[in-house]
């Protein structure tokens, strides 16, 4: 089974790149960020709460995202393998990650992350809200903020998968094709 973590700030092109992979190595894709909006779409509790701290460009809490996690594997417990896009976000999501996979007899395949600057990051985001209408991509100030929540949350995971060694940096500009092909070079070195 091939799990994959596709890793990266917000708008290094985890989306772009996620649906390319999962098309070439017949994955299920899990976003945390899909599973959210879809969430916010149906008016549930869970996604007007998730709205609220999104808007702020705030994490939305491990257990929430966790159980939303557990859930889709549990609905494909014959699936060839998933790519998580957007989680884990932080150590403790990993290794609950960790744990919810060996539940299944499998384990992370590696982690690709994708590495843009911030200048390129806050340029991608402001350009993607122009036509998303989503309103953490129309905010230069949240778009930082959502940086910033990155950095000091989700960047240590590249040292907890390195320690495991799954970690493989990729860089995340230039072209689409490019950045694939440098990914899928990636998978096949594991």
């Known amino acids: 089974m091939l799990n994959l973590v596709l890793f990266g700030p917000p708008g290094a092109g985890k989306g772009t790149q996620s649906a390319m992979l999962v098309e070439k190595y017949n994955l299920i894709h899990l976003s945390t960020g899909d599973l959210?909006?879809?969430e916010i779409a149906a008016g549930t509790e869970l996604g007007l709460e998730a709205k609220k701290l999104m808007d702020q460009g705030i994490l939305v809490p491990d257990?929430?995202?966790?159980?939303?996690i557990r859930s889709k594997l549990q609905q494909n417990p014959n699936a060839g393998?998933?790519?998580f896009d957007g989680?884990?976000?932080t150590v403790a999501q990993a290794e609950a990650l960790d744990y919810l996979l060996n539940e299944s007899g499998t384990s992370i395949s590696g982690m690709l992350a994708l590495v843009v600057e911030e200048e390129e990051l806050v340029s991608r985001l402001l350009n993607r809200g122009k036509d998303s209408g989503?309103?953490?991509d129309q905010n230069e100030d949240i778009i930082k903020n959502r940086?910033?929540?990155y950095n000091a949350k989700t960047a240590p995971l590249a040292e907890f998968y390195n320690h495991q060694g799954k970690y493989?940096?990729?860089k995340g500009v230039g072209k689409i094709e490019e950045i694939s092909a440098s990914?899928?070079?990636a998978i096949t070195a594991m």
């Open 183 to 185: 990914l899928n070079d």
């Open 36 to 38: 959210l909006r879809g």
């Open 87 to 89: 989680f884990p976000r």
């Open 134 to 136: 989503r309103s953490d």
């Open 81 to 83: 393998g998933f790519i």
């Open 147 to 149: 940086i910033k929540e």
């Open 168 to 170: 493989t940096a990729i």
């Open 63 to 68: 257990a929430v995202v966790i159980g939303m």
